[in-house]
Protein backbone atom coordinates (compact mmCIF):
# COMPACT_ATOMS: atom_id res chain seq x y z
CA UNK A 1 0.00 0.00 0.00
CA UNK A 2 1.20 3.31 -0.76
CA UNK A 3 1.55 4.94 3.02
CA UNK A 4 0.43 8.09 1.61
CA UNK A 5 -2.65 7.07 1.50
CA UNK A 6 -2.52 5.39 5.12
CA UNK A 7 -3.43 7.11 8.39
CA UNK A 8 -5.79 10.17 8.62
CA UNK A 9 -5.64 10.41 4.65
CA UNK A 10 -7.85 7.44 4.51
CA UNK A 11 -11.25 9.99 4.23
CA UNK A 12 -14.14 9.29 2.30
CA UNK A 13 -13.75 12.21 1.16
CA UNK A 14 -10.79 11.17 -0.63
CA UNK A 15 -12.84 8.45 -3.01
CA UNK A 16 -14.60 8.86 -5.86
CA UNK A 17 -18.24 9.94 -6.28
CA UNK A 18 -19.67 6.07 -6.64
CA UNK A 19 -17.95 5.17 -3.28
CA UNK A 20 -19.30 8.07 -1.15
CA UNK A 21 -22.77 7.50 -2.38
CA UNK A 22 -22.20 3.68 -1.59
CA UNK A 23 -20.83 4.34 1.82
CA UNK A 24 -23.51 7.08 2.93
CA UNK A 25 -26.17 4.55 1.13
CA UNK A 26 -24.76 1.34 3.75
CA UNK A 27 -24.57 4.42 6.66
CA UNK A 28 -28.30 5.03 6.17
CA UNK A 29 -29.07 1.33 6.27
CA UNK A 30 -26.88 0.74 9.38
CA UNK A 31 -28.95 3.43 11.69
CA UNK A 32 -32.23 1.47 10.78
CA UNK A 33 -30.66 -1.21 12.08
CA UNK A 34 -29.03 0.20 15.13
CA UNK A 35 -33.13 1.81 15.83
CA UNK A 36 -34.14 -1.29 15.67
CA UNK A 37 -31.48 -3.20 18.13
CA UNK A 38 -32.35 -0.59 20.67
CA UNK A 39 -36.03 -0.90 20.37
CA UNK A 40 -36.61 -4.68 20.46
CA UNK A 41 -35.06 -6.76 18.09
CA UNK A 42 -34.53 -10.13 19.08
CA UNK A 43 -31.28 -10.83 20.73
CA UNK A 44 -28.45 -12.97 18.30
CA UNK A 45 -29.37 -16.57 17.47
CA UNK A 46 -26.83 -19.02 18.14
CA UNK A 47 -28.19 -21.31 15.49
CA UNK A 48 -28.19 -17.74 13.34
CA UNK A 49 -24.66 -16.88 13.90
CA UNK A 50 -23.92 -20.43 13.54
CA UNK A 51 -25.25 -20.81 10.06
CA UNK A 52 -23.66 -17.46 9.11
CA UNK A 53 -20.65 -18.88 9.71
CA UNK A 54 -20.83 -21.82 7.97
CA UNK A 55 -22.26 -19.78 4.92
CA UNK A 56 -18.88 -17.94 5.03
CA UNK A 57 -16.46 -21.07 5.22
CA UNK A 58 -18.51 -22.65 2.44
CA UNK A 59 -18.83 -19.56 0.16
CA UNK A 60 -15.22 -18.47 0.57
CA UNK A 61 -13.71 -22.37 -0.12
CA UNK A 62 -15.73 -21.97 -3.40
CA UNK A 63 -14.64 -19.07 -4.36
CA UNK A 64 -10.66 -19.91 -3.53
CA UNK A 65 -11.30 -23.34 -6.16
CA UNK A 66 -11.77 -25.52 -2.70
CA UNK A 67 -13.92 -28.65 -2.01
CA UNK A 68 -16.25 -28.81 0.47
CA UNK A 69 -15.42 -29.79 3.55
CA UNK A 70 -16.07 -33.18 5.52
CA UNK A 71 -19.02 -32.33 8.35
CA UNK A 72 -16.56 -32.95 10.99
CA UNK A 73 -14.02 -30.84 10.28
CA UNK A 74 -16.68 -27.93 9.24
CA UNK A 75 -18.09 -28.26 12.67
CA UNK A 76 -14.66 -27.58 14.20
CA UNK A 77 -14.21 -24.35 11.49
CA UNK A 78 -17.18 -23.52 12.67
CA UNK A 79 -16.12 -23.63 16.14
CA UNK A 80 -13.23 -21.93 16.06
CA UNK A 81 -14.66 -19.00 13.97
CA UNK A 82 -17.44 -18.53 16.43
CA UNK A 83 -15.24 -18.30 19.31
CA UNK A 84 -13.10 -16.08 17.66
CA UNK A 85 -15.84 -13.99 16.72
CA UNK A 86 -17.73 -13.85 20.58
CA UNK A 87 -14.05 -12.83 21.42
CA UNK A 88 -13.60 -9.94 19.70
CA UNK A 89 -16.35 -7.84 20.96
CA UNK A 90 -14.36 -8.06 24.65
CA UNK A 91 -12.79 -5.04 23.83
CA UNK A 92 -9.87 -6.59 23.08
CA UNK A 93 -6.51 -4.54 21.99
CA UNK A 94 -6.63 -5.07 18.33
CA UNK A 95 -2.64 -4.71 18.80
CA UNK A 96 0.91 -6.38 17.12
CA UNK A 97 0.90 -9.67 20.06
CA UNK A 98 -3.00 -9.69 19.21
CA UNK A 99 -2.59 -10.24 15.04
CA UNK A 100 0.48 -12.25 15.42
CA UNK A 101 -1.33 -14.60 17.16
CA UNK A 102 -4.45 -14.54 15.03
CA UNK A 103 -2.36 -15.29 12.14
CA UNK A 104 -1.10 -18.10 13.76
CA UNK A 105 -4.60 -19.46 14.85
CA UNK A 106 -6.53 -18.87 11.41
CA UNK A 107 -7.02 -21.93 9.32
CA UNK A 108 -5.40 -21.67 6.03
CA UNK A 109 -5.92 -23.60 2.84
CA UNK A 110 -3.31 -25.87 2.14
CA UNK A 111 -0.12 -24.99 1.34
CA UNK A 112 -0.31 -22.25 3.74
CA UNK A 113 1.04 -18.97 3.23
CA UNK A 114 3.74 -17.74 6.03
CA UNK A 115 2.87 -14.39 7.65
CA UNK A 116 6.06 -12.08 7.55
CA UNK A 117 7.52 -11.59 10.93
CA UNK A 118 6.17 -7.82 11.14
CA UNK A 119 2.58 -8.67 10.09
CA UNK A 120 1.12 -8.26 13.95
CA UNK A 121 2.36 -4.86 13.20
CA UNK A 122 1.56 -3.62 10.34
CA UNK A 123 -2.20 -5.27 11.07
CA UNK A 124 -1.86 -2.83 14.05
CA UNK A 125 -1.22 -0.21 12.22
CA UNK A 126 -4.10 -0.69 9.91
CA UNK A 127 -6.48 -1.28 12.19
CA UNK A 128 -5.68 1.87 14.23
CA UNK A 129 -6.48 4.11 10.59
CA UNK A 130 -9.10 6.29 11.66
CA UNK A 131 -11.74 6.65 8.68
CA UNK A 132 -14.84 5.09 7.55
CA UNK A 133 -15.33 1.72 9.42
CA UNK A 134 -15.97 0.02 6.02
CA UNK A 135 -12.83 1.80 4.25
CA UNK A 136 -10.58 0.56 7.63
CA UNK A 137 -11.72 -2.76 6.74
CA UNK A 138 -11.12 -2.38 3.19
CA UNK A 139 -7.39 -1.07 4.20
CA UNK A 140 -7.25 -3.74 6.63
CA UNK A 141 -7.58 -6.32 4.19
CA UNK A 142 -5.65 -5.68 1.29
CA UNK A 143 -2.49 -5.01 3.66
CA UNK A 144 -2.91 -8.36 5.16
CA UNK A 145 -3.14 -9.71 1.38
CA UNK A 146 -0.38 -7.81 0.53
CA UNK A 147 1.83 -9.27 3.64
CA UNK A 148 0.75 -12.48 2.42
CA UNK A 149 1.89 -12.21 -0.75
CA UNK A 150 5.49 -11.33 -0.04
CA UNK A 151 4.76 -7.55 -0.91
CA UNK A 152 7.41 -5.19 1.05
CA UNK A 153 5.84 -3.83 4.15
CA UNK A 154 5.50 -0.45 4.42
CA UNK A 155 7.45 2.38 6.40
CA UNK A 156 5.51 3.79 9.30
CA UNK A 157 2.74 5.84 8.13
CA UNK A 158 3.23 9.85 7.98
CA UNK A 159 -0.11 10.82 8.72
CA UNK A 160 -1.09 8.49 12.06
CA UNK A 161 -0.65 5.28 13.57
CA UNK A 162 -1.68 3.29 16.49
CA UNK A 163 -4.17 5.01 18.69
CA UNK A 164 -2.74 5.50 22.33
CA UNK A 165 -3.56 2.62 24.68
CA UNK A 166 -3.21 0.24 21.81
CA UNK A 167 0.28 -1.05 22.36
CA UNK A 168 0.64 -2.58 25.18
CA UNK A 169 -1.28 -5.88 26.40
CA UNK A 170 -0.20 -9.00 28.12
CA UNK A 171 2.19 -11.45 26.13
CA UNK A 172 2.01 -14.76 24.56
CA UNK A 173 2.60 -17.03 27.14
CA UNK A 174 5.06 -19.66 25.94
CA UNK A 175 3.80 -22.49 24.43
CA UNK A 176 0.36 -21.00 23.73
CA UNK A 177 -0.97 -23.33 21.15
CA UNK A 178 -3.03 -22.64 17.63
CA UNK A 179 -4.49 -25.72 16.14
CA UNK A 180 -5.50 -25.25 12.58
CA UNK A 181 -9.17 -26.68 11.95
CA UNK A 182 -10.63 -28.43 8.81
CA UNK A 183 -7.19 -29.80 7.96
CA UNK A 184 -5.80 -26.33 6.87
CA UNK A 185 -2.35 -25.44 8.60
CA UNK A 186 -2.24 -22.22 10.36
CA UNK A 187 -0.87 -18.96 8.69
CA UNK A 188 2.23 -18.91 11.07
CA UNK A 189 3.24 -22.77 10.60
CA UNK A 190 5.32 -22.11 7.10
CA UNK A 191 5.06 -25.82 5.92
CA UNK A 192 6.32 -27.20 9.70
CA UNK A 193 5.30 -30.83 10.02
CA UNK A 194 6.41 -30.85 14.07
CA UNK A 195 3.32 -32.38 16.07
CA UNK A 196 2.11 -30.06 19.08
CA UNK A 197 3.25 -31.26 22.58
CA UNK A 198 1.52 -34.03 23.97
CA UNK A 199 1.05 -35.10 27.44
CA UNK A 200 1.95 -38.86 28.08
CA UNK A 201 -1.75 -39.26 27.55
CA UNK A 202 -1.32 -37.84 23.69
CA UNK A 203 -3.65 -35.05 24.77
CA UNK A 204 -2.33 -31.48 22.93
CA UNK A 205 -1.29 -29.16 25.71
CA UNK A 206 -2.52 -31.19 27.84
CA UNK A 207 -6.19 -30.43 27.83
CA UNK A 208 -9.01 -32.57 28.30
CA UNK A 209 -10.17 -34.75 26.13
CA UNK A 210 -8.71 -36.41 22.48
CA UNK A 211 -10.18 -33.57 20.48
CA UNK A 212 -9.67 -30.17 22.48
CA UNK A 213 -6.96 -27.88 22.63
CA UNK A 214 -6.68 -24.26 23.93
CA UNK A 215 -5.98 -21.26 21.60
CA UNK A 216 -4.39 -18.34 24.14
CA UNK A 217 -5.18 -14.58 22.53
CA UNK A 218 -3.34 -11.46 24.40
CA UNK A 219 -5.85 -9.74 26.65
CA UNK A 220 -8.82 -12.75 25.83
CA UNK A 221 -6.93 -15.52 27.65
CA UNK A 222 -7.89 -19.44 26.59
CA UNK A 223 -10.40 -20.19 23.77
CA UNK A 224 -11.26 -24.05 23.57
CA UNK A 225 -10.82 -25.02 19.94
CA UNK A 226 -11.40 -28.85 18.40
CA UNK A 227 -8.13 -30.14 17.43
CA UNK A 228 -10.07 -33.06 15.76
CA UNK A 229 -9.23 -31.34 12.21
CA UNK A 230 -5.95 -31.54 12.87
CA UNK A 231 -5.07 -34.45 10.75
CA UNK A 232 -4.98 -33.72 6.53
CA UNK A 233 -7.63 -31.93 4.69
CA UNK A 234 -10.08 -33.57 2.37
CA UNK A 235 -8.90 -31.53 -0.30
CA UNK A 236 -4.90 -31.99 0.39
CA UNK A 237 -4.18 -35.85 1.88
CA UNK A 238 -0.67 -34.53 1.93
CA UNK A 239 -1.22 -31.25 4.48
CA UNK A 240 0.76 -31.01 7.48
CA UNK A 241 -0.23 -31.24 11.29
CA UNK A 242 -0.80 -28.32 13.51
CA UNK A 243 2.06 -26.97 14.63
CA UNK A 244 3.03 -25.39 18.34
CA UNK A 245 3.35 -21.53 17.63
CA UNK A 246 6.17 -20.67 20.36
CA UNK A 247 5.67 -17.69 22.31
CA UNK A 248 8.49 -15.06 23.16
CA UNK A 249 11.64 -16.87 24.67
CA UNK A 250 10.52 -19.95 23.96
CA UNK A 251 12.41 -22.97 22.31
CA UNK A 252 12.72 -22.19 18.37
CA UNK A 253 10.35 -24.79 16.85
CA UNK A 254 12.15 -27.73 14.54
CA UNK A 255 12.67 -27.11 11.29
CA UNK A 256 10.44 -28.27 9.14
CA UNK A 257 9.78 -29.09 5.06
CA UNK A 258 10.54 -25.63 3.01
CA UNK A 259 7.71 -23.10 3.31
CA UNK A 260 5.51 -23.32 0.33
CA UNK A 261 5.84 -20.91 -3.24
CA UNK A 262 4.05 -18.03 -3.38
CA UNK A 263 2.26 -19.47 -6.30
CA UNK A 264 1.02 -22.67 -4.79
CA UNK A 265 -2.51 -22.84 -3.66
CA UNK A 266 -4.97 -20.13 -3.69
CA UNK A 267 -4.40 -16.25 -3.90
CA UNK A 268 -3.51 -14.33 -0.74
CA UNK A 269 -6.76 -12.15 -1.29
CA UNK A 270 -8.65 -15.52 -1.58
CA UNK A 271 -6.93 -16.76 1.77
CA UNK A 272 -9.29 -17.03 4.93
CA UNK A 273 -6.93 -14.81 7.43
CA UNK A 274 -7.81 -11.44 5.12
CA UNK A 275 -11.09 -12.04 5.27
CA UNK A 276 -10.98 -12.74 9.23
CA UNK A 277 -8.94 -9.40 10.08
CA UNK A 278 -11.82 -7.58 7.85
CA UNK A 279 -14.73 -9.20 9.84
CA UNK A 280 -12.94 -8.68 12.89
CA UNK A 281 -12.47 -4.39 11.92
CA UNK A 282 -16.26 -4.40 11.67
CA UNK A 283 -17.31 -6.15 14.36
CA UNK A 284 -15.56 -3.92 16.77
CA UNK A 285 -17.15 -0.87 14.68
CA UNK A 286 -20.67 -2.41 16.07
CA UNK A 287 -20.76 -4.29 12.50
CA UNK A 288 -21.78 -7.31 11.33
CA UNK A 289 -19.37 -9.58 9.94
CA UNK A 290 -19.44 -9.46 6.24
CA UNK A 291 -20.96 -11.77 3.95
CA UNK A 292 -19.03 -13.64 1.30
CA UNK A 293 -19.99 -14.24 -2.54
CA UNK A 294 -18.52 -17.07 -4.34
CA UNK A 295 -19.32 -14.85 -7.54
CA UNK A 296 -17.41 -11.43 -6.14
CA UNK A 297 -13.97 -11.55 -5.85
CA UNK A 298 -11.73 -9.08 -4.25
CA UNK A 299 -8.96 -7.31 -5.61
CA UNK A 300 -5.51 -9.47 -6.22
CA UNK A 301 -3.31 -8.65 -3.52
CA UNK A 302 0.13 -6.36 -4.99
CA UNK A 303 2.92 -8.38 -6.35
CA UNK A 304 6.11 -9.50 -4.42
CA UNK A 305 9.22 -7.76 -6.15
CA UNK A 306 10.60 -9.76 -8.73
CA UNK A 307 8.02 -12.37 -9.18
CA UNK A 308 6.35 -13.12 -12.35
CA UNK A 309 2.53 -11.89 -11.49
CA UNK A 310 4.83 -8.00 -10.65
CA UNK A 311 3.91 -5.96 -13.92
CA UNK A 312 1.00 -8.38 -14.62
CA UNK A 313 -1.88 -6.46 -17.35
CA UNK A 314 -5.27 -6.05 -15.80
CA UNK A 315 -3.54 -5.87 -12.02
CA UNK A 316 -4.75 -2.31 -10.84
CA UNK A 317 -1.19 0.02 -10.11
CA UNK A 318 -3.35 2.98 -8.51
CA UNK A 319 -3.35 1.88 -4.86
CA UNK A 320 -6.44 4.23 -4.17
CA UNK A 321 -7.98 1.94 -7.35
CA UNK A 322 -7.34 -0.92 -5.42
CA UNK A 323 -8.65 0.57 -2.03
CA UNK A 324 -12.16 1.47 -4.02
CA UNK A 325 -12.93 -1.34 -5.41
CA UNK A 326 -11.85 -3.20 -2.61
CA UNK A 327 -14.64 -0.68 -0.58
CA UNK A 328 -16.99 -0.89 -2.78
CA UNK A 329 -16.94 -4.68 -2.33
CA UNK A 330 -17.06 -5.11 1.50
CA UNK A 331 -20.10 -2.21 1.01
CA UNK A 332 -22.00 -4.84 -1.36
CA UNK A 333 -21.40 -7.67 1.08
CA UNK A 334 -21.68 -5.36 4.46
CA UNK A 335 -25.38 -4.67 2.87
CA UNK A 336 -26.14 -8.56 2.44
CA UNK A 337 -25.13 -8.82 6.10
CA UNK A 338 -27.82 -5.83 7.09
CA UNK A 339 -30.43 -7.36 5.24
CA UNK A 340 -30.13 -10.26 7.06
CA UNK A 341 -29.85 -8.83 10.85
CA UNK A 342 -33.11 -7.11 9.40
CA UNK A 343 -34.95 -10.12 9.12
CA UNK A 344 -34.69 -11.21 12.47
CA UNK A 345 -37.96 -10.75 14.56
CA UNK A 346 -38.73 -7.50 16.05
CA UNK A 347 -41.21 -6.30 18.28
CA UNK A 348 -41.52 -2.28 17.49
CA UNK A 349 -44.04 0.10 17.98
CA UNK A 350 -46.28 1.21 15.63
CA UNK A 351 -43.85 4.98 14.92
CA UNK A 352 -40.99 2.65 14.96
CA UNK A 353 -42.73 0.81 12.11
CA UNK A 354 -41.24 2.68 8.34
CA UNK A 355 -43.41 2.52 5.78
CA UNK A 356 -41.99 1.78 2.49
CA UNK A 357 -45.07 1.23 0.29
CA UNK A 358 -44.87 4.33 -1.80
CA UNK A 359 -40.97 4.27 -2.06
CA UNK A 360 -41.34 -0.01 -4.06
CA UNK A 361 -44.61 1.60 -5.46
CA UNK A 362 -42.71 4.45 -6.97
CA UNK A 363 -39.53 2.23 -7.80
CA UNK A 364 -41.54 -0.43 -9.53
CA UNK A 365 -43.46 1.99 -12.08
CA UNK A 366 -40.11 2.87 -13.28
CA UNK A 367 -38.67 -0.54 -13.56
CA UNK A 368 -41.74 -1.41 -16.05
CA UNK A 369 -41.25 1.60 -17.80
CA UNK A 370 -37.78 0.84 -18.27
CA UNK A 371 -37.95 -2.98 -19.48
CA UNK A 372 -40.63 -1.56 -21.74
CA UNK A 373 -38.57 0.71 -23.33
CA UNK A 374 -35.51 -1.71 -23.79
CA UNK A 375 -37.92 -4.63 -25.04
CA UNK A 376 -38.69 -2.20 -27.97
CA UNK A 377 -35.58 -2.02 -29.04
CA UNK A 378 -35.12 -6.27 -27.95
CA UNK A 379 -37.97 -6.93 -30.07
CA UNK A 380 -36.39 -5.79 -32.88
CA UNK A 381 -33.18 -7.64 -32.72
CA UNK A 382 -34.74 -10.88 -31.72
CA UNK A 383 -37.54 -11.04 -34.90
CA UNK A 384 -34.25 -10.80 -36.84
CA UNK A 385 -33.40 -14.42 -35.37
CA UNK A 386 -37.21 -15.29 -36.05
CA UNK A 387 -39.87 -13.42 -37.15
CA UNK A 388 -42.39 -15.49 -34.84
CA UNK A 389 -40.63 -14.11 -31.76
CA UNK A 390 -42.87 -12.35 -29.05
CA UNK A 391 -41.84 -10.29 -26.23
CA UNK A 392 -44.26 -9.32 -23.32
CA UNK A 393 -43.60 -6.77 -20.35
CA UNK A 394 -45.78 -7.34 -17.23
CA UNK A 395 -46.74 -5.77 -13.84
CA UNK A 396 -48.05 -6.65 -10.98
CA UNK A 397 -50.13 -3.99 -10.38
CA UNK A 398 -51.76 -3.75 -13.88
CA UNK A 399 -54.39 -6.09 -15.15
CA UNK A 400 -53.85 -8.48 -17.83
CA UNK A 401 -53.79 -6.73 -21.42
CA UNK A 402 -55.58 -8.58 -24.33
CA UNK A 403 -54.03 -11.32 -25.59
CA UNK A 404 -55.26 -10.83 -28.85
CA UNK A 405 -53.77 -7.47 -29.37
CA UNK A 406 -51.36 -7.11 -32.63
CA UNK A 407 -48.01 -6.27 -33.15
CA UNK A 408 -46.93 -2.34 -31.59
CA UNK A 409 -44.97 -0.73 -29.27
CA UNK A 410 -47.44 0.67 -27.15
CA UNK A 411 -48.86 -0.56 -23.76
CA UNK A 412 -50.99 -2.86 -24.71
CA UNK A 413 -49.22 -4.58 -27.70
CA UNK A 414 -47.91 -7.79 -27.54
CA UNK A 415 -49.48 -8.28 -24.02
CA UNK A 416 -47.04 -6.31 -22.39
CA UNK A 417 -49.34 -5.81 -19.57
CA UNK A 418 -49.40 -9.18 -18.47
CA UNK A 419 -49.52 -10.50 -15.16
CA UNK A 420 -45.60 -11.41 -13.79
CA UNK A 421 -45.57 -15.18 -13.54
CA UNK A 422 -48.85 -16.15 -15.72
CA UNK A 423 -46.66 -16.61 -18.86
CA UNK A 424 -43.95 -18.74 -17.02
CA UNK A 425 -46.77 -21.90 -16.27
CA UNK A 426 -46.33 -22.54 -20.07
CA UNK A 427 -42.87 -23.45 -19.91
CA UNK A 428 -41.66 -26.49 -18.65
CA UNK A 429 -39.59 -26.96 -15.78
CA UNK A 430 -39.63 -23.06 -14.28
CA UNK A 431 -40.73 -23.02 -10.65
CA UNK A 432 -43.70 -21.53 -9.79
CA UNK A 433 -43.55 -17.63 -8.88
CA UNK A 434 -43.76 -18.22 -5.11
CA UNK A 435 -40.62 -20.72 -5.17
CA UNK A 436 -38.99 -18.19 -7.40
CA UNK A 437 -39.88 -15.41 -4.77
CA UNK A 438 -38.34 -16.98 -1.94
CA UNK A 439 -35.19 -17.99 -3.88
CA UNK A 440 -34.79 -14.59 -4.90
CA UNK A 441 -34.64 -13.57 -1.46
CA UNK A 442 -32.88 -16.65 0.02
CA UNK A 443 -30.30 -15.86 -2.03
CA UNK A 444 -29.92 -11.91 -1.07
CA UNK A 445 -29.95 -13.24 2.34
CA UNK A 446 -33.10 -11.97 3.89
CA UNK A 447 -36.52 -13.43 4.37
CA UNK A 448 -39.25 -11.33 2.50
CA UNK A 449 -42.09 -9.48 3.99
CA UNK A 450 -45.83 -8.79 2.95
CA UNK A 451 -45.54 -7.10 0.15
CA UNK A 452 -43.93 -7.34 -3.14
CA UNK A 453 -43.95 -6.02 -6.45
CA UNK A 454 -43.11 -7.50 -9.28
CA UNK A 455 -42.35 -6.59 -13.17
CA UNK A 456 -41.32 -9.33 -15.89
CA UNK A 457 -40.05 -10.16 -19.08
CA UNK A 458 -41.04 -13.12 -21.03
CA UNK A 459 -39.36 -13.90 -24.41
CA UNK A 460 -40.72 -17.04 -26.44
CA UNK A 461 -38.61 -17.89 -29.52
CA UNK A 462 -38.59 -21.32 -31.50
CA UNK A 463 -35.58 -22.71 -29.97
CA UNK A 464 -36.09 -21.41 -26.31
CA UNK A 465 -38.08 -19.21 -23.68
CA UNK A 466 -37.43 -16.57 -21.29
CA UNK A 467 -38.94 -15.65 -18.01
CA UNK A 468 -37.61 -12.91 -16.14
CA UNK A 469 -38.70 -11.67 -12.84
CA UNK A 470 -37.65 -8.17 -11.54
CA UNK A 471 -39.20 -8.52 -7.42
CA UNK A 472 -38.87 -5.16 -5.17
CA UNK A 473 -39.37 -7.13 -1.96
CA UNK A 474 -40.12 -6.04 1.60
CA UNK A 475 -37.24 -7.10 3.98
CA UNK A 476 -38.78 -9.08 7.06
CA UNK A 477 -41.60 -10.50 8.23
CA UNK A 478 -42.96 -8.28 9.54
CA UNK A 479 -41.47 -5.45 7.57
CA UNK A 480 -38.42 -3.58 8.32
CA UNK A 481 -38.95 -0.61 5.83
CA UNK A 482 -36.21 -1.95 4.22
CA UNK A 483 -36.45 -2.83 0.19
CA UNK A 484 -34.63 -4.92 -1.82
CA UNK A 485 -34.58 -5.09 -5.66
CA UNK A 486 -33.37 -8.85 -7.17
CA UNK A 487 -34.13 -10.64 -9.74
CA UNK A 488 -34.65 -14.19 -11.52
CA UNK A 489 -34.33 -15.42 -14.87
CA UNK A 490 -35.05 -18.64 -16.42
CA UNK A 491 -34.75 -20.79 -19.54
CA UNK A 492 -36.41 -23.54 -20.90
CA UNK A 493 -34.97 -25.12 -24.51
CA UNK A 494 -35.31 -28.71 -25.15
CA UNK A 495 -32.53 -29.25 -22.98
CA UNK A 496 -34.82 -28.63 -19.91
CA UNK A 497 -34.66 -25.09 -17.98
CA UNK A 498 -31.77 -23.42 -16.50
CA UNK A 499 -30.81 -20.46 -14.08
CA UNK A 500 -29.68 -18.12 -16.27
CA UNK A 501 -28.57 -15.43 -13.79
CA UNK A 502 -26.59 -17.32 -11.06
CA UNK A 503 -27.09 -14.08 -8.84
CA UNK A 504 -25.40 -13.92 -5.54
CA UNK A 505 -25.76 -12.48 -2.29
CA UNK A 506 -24.08 -8.96 -3.49
CA UNK A 507 -26.38 -8.63 -6.42
CA UNK A 508 -29.02 -6.81 -5.07
CA UNK A 509 -30.23 -3.27 -4.54
CA UNK A 510 -31.00 -2.27 -0.89
CA UNK A 511 -33.36 1.21 -0.31
CA UNK A 512 -33.94 2.25 2.85
CA UNK A 513 -37.50 4.42 3.68
CA UNK A 514 -35.21 8.00 3.96
CA UNK A 515 -34.13 7.10 0.37
CA UNK A 516 -35.36 9.18 -2.87
CA UNK A 517 -36.53 7.06 -5.93
CA UNK A 518 -34.73 9.77 -7.76
CA UNK A 519 -31.77 9.26 -5.80
CA UNK A 520 -31.27 5.47 -6.35
CA UNK A 521 -32.79 4.99 -9.54
CA UNK A 522 -29.22 4.86 -10.96
CA UNK A 523 -27.95 1.65 -9.09
CA UNK A 524 -31.73 0.32 -9.71
CA UNK A 525 -31.58 1.00 -13.06
CA UNK A 526 -28.16 -0.19 -13.76
CA UNK A 527 -28.63 -3.53 -11.82
CA UNK A 528 -32.46 -3.77 -13.94
CA UNK A 529 -29.77 -3.91 -17.11
CA UNK A 530 -27.47 -6.07 -16.12
CA UNK A 531 -30.22 -8.69 -15.41
CA UNK A 532 -31.82 -8.20 -18.66
CA UNK A 533 -28.68 -8.44 -20.79
CA UNK A 534 -27.22 -11.38 -18.34
CA UNK A 535 -30.76 -13.18 -19.44
CA UNK A 536 -31.18 -12.45 -23.02
CA UNK A 537 -27.61 -13.33 -23.93
CA UNK A 538 -28.46 -16.71 -22.72
CA UNK A 539 -31.59 -16.77 -24.76
CA UNK A 540 -29.72 -15.49 -27.84
CA UNK A 541 -26.57 -18.09 -27.57
CA UNK A 542 -29.00 -20.77 -27.01
CA UNK A 543 -31.01 -20.01 -30.18
CA UNK A 544 -29.80 -21.84 -33.09
CA UNK A 545 -30.08 -19.64 -36.41
Known amino acids: MDTRRRGRTLVPDGFPDAVRRRLEALDRLRELWAERRRHGISSADPAAVRDGVRRRIEELRALAGRPPLPPERLRAEEDALVALAEDSRAGVRLNADYFDTLARAVPDFSPPLPAPERVGALLAEAAAVETHPLVRAAHLFLTCADALNGAPAPPPPDAAGPRHGRDAAAPLPA ?15 GG ?14 GAAGAASGVLTLPGVGDIP ?17 AVRSPGPGAAEAPPGPPAPRRGDGPPAHLRPLPWTVASLSLMRSDLPPPAIDRRAAPPAAAAAPGSPAEGTAGRPRDPL ?14 TAALRAELSRPARLPGALRPDSSCLGRAV ?26 RTSVGSSTEPPADP ?24 PGVPP ?33 LRLVVFVQEVGDPASGVLAVTADGWLTSDEGAVDVLDLGCADCVTLVPADAADDRWPEVEAFTDDVLARAVGHLTRAARY
Not at 323 to 332: E, K, Q, R, S, W
Not at 440 to 462: I, K, Q
Open 175 to 189: GAVGHGVNGAVPHGA
Open 192 to 205: AASKAAETPGGTPG
Open 225 to 241: VSTAAAAPAADDPAAPP
Open 321 to 334: ERLAAMVLLLADLE
Open 364 to 389: HRRVVNHLRLRCDSLRMVLRELDPAA
Open 404 to 427: TAGPGTGPGAENTAASPGGAAAEA
Open 433 to 465: LAERRAAAARRALFTPGPNEWRASVDVDLADGA
